[in-house]
């Protein structure tokens, strides 16, 4: 990393919010951003081909998500930190962020300043997270918290394709389930798809079964 400068991708779906912050961190003396994803997989393509020292990374995306993409990223290049940005505040979110690699978490509700710090942070090698999201994680390193029991099976699924996958274990069709969630058909089959590639299983029978043992779908 240049001493002078933080190279910075962002990777956001929303086109106003990464146009916007685009705008706000090109501003910042000492930060450069180096480009934008749309969605996870041109996050990875585009940490690959440009480097960058962190990437800002949503979560929710379509096709590959924020938390697959990190661990991608993470996997293809370890000096790369990042900093997940998001709406969601579930725990599951937030663990399965730190399993794929992810050194700053921060909800989409943070300042100008508490983003320009975690980036700085994550530069320089620490670890991050904001206020609300940092007491969760003492809480659950401490025992305070539920603890490991309600630690969520399959941490590489996002908390929507779990929710799909516990449907799926029930028997549910794809219809049904898109009728149960208020989703489009087309939603839930690349939902589906993404859970096969994630669990590296074939088909929706082996799905059911690994989904069971895990207990879902009962």
């Known amino acids: 990393m240049s001493e002078e400068t933080i190279r910075v991708l962002l990777a956001d779906d929303h086109p106003v919010y990464r146009d916007g912050l685009a705008v706000l961190l090109g501003s ?21 081909e440009s480097q960058p020292d962190v990437v800002v990374m949503d979560v929710r995306m379509p096709g590959l998500d924020g938390i697959e993409a990190t661990r991608r990223v993470v996997a293809d290049s370890p000096h790369i930190a990042v900093v997940v940005l998001t709406m969601s505040e579930e725990d599951a979110t937030l663990f399965a962020a730190m399993r794929a690699g992810a050194r700053g978490y921060l909800l989409k509700g943070a300042n100008q300043a508490e983003i320009v710090r975690a980036i700085t942070a994550v530069a320089h090698g620490e670890a991050i997270f904001g206020p609300a999201v940092a007491r969760r994680v003492a809480d659950f390193f401490t025992g305070n918290a539920t603890g490991r029991s309600d630690d969520p099976a399959f941490p590489q699924l996002t908390p929507r394709e779990r929710e799909i996958l516990s449907l799926v274990a029930a028997g549910r069709a794809n219809a049904q389930i898109a009728s149960a969630l208020f989703l489009s058909p087309k939603t839930v089959r690349n939902n589906v798809s993404n859970i096969f590639a994630k669990l590296h299983v074939a088909d929706r029978a082996e799905a059911i079964v690994r989904a069971r043992d895990a207990g879902l779908g009962r």
Not at 31 to 45: D, H, L, M
Request: proline share 5%.
């Open 28 to 48: 910042i003396p000492g930060i450069e951003v180096v480009g934008t994803a749309a969605n996870g997989a041109e996050a990875v393509e585009r940490a690959a």
